[in-house]
């Protein structure tokens, strides 16, 4: 699937908000060896994570299909879709 630097710009943003979302809940939970969490708080973490995972995937498959596409070196596109999407938010 074909993506545009724009489309790439938020895909990247959309993983770095899962990104975020997951150290909320990290840090509202606090770590799980200092107090146990409770199966809805592990089963949230899990989720989010996951979902942070795969967005981050998602990202990195489709800026390197771009980038080859483009013929460009894929760290540096995916340097320029970060530096993009930091300034989109």
Do not use: N
Not at 25 to 42: D, F, I, K, M, T
Not at 52 to 79: C, F, N, P, S
């Amino acid at each position: 699937m074909a993506h545009t630097f724009e489309e790439l710009v938020a895909m990247q943003r959309t993983a770095d908000a899962a990104r975020a979302q997951t150290e909320q809940l990290r840090e509202q939970y606090g770590p799980p060896g200092a107090r146990p969490w409770s199966g809805q708080q592990s089963q949230t973490y899990e989720t989010a994570w996951r979902a942070w995972r795969d967005l981050a995937r998602d990202v990195h498959a489709a800026i390197t299909a771009y980038a080859k596409d483009q013929g460009a070196d894929w760290q540096e596109m995916e340097a320029r879709v970060r530096k993009a999407a930091e300034k989109a938010g």
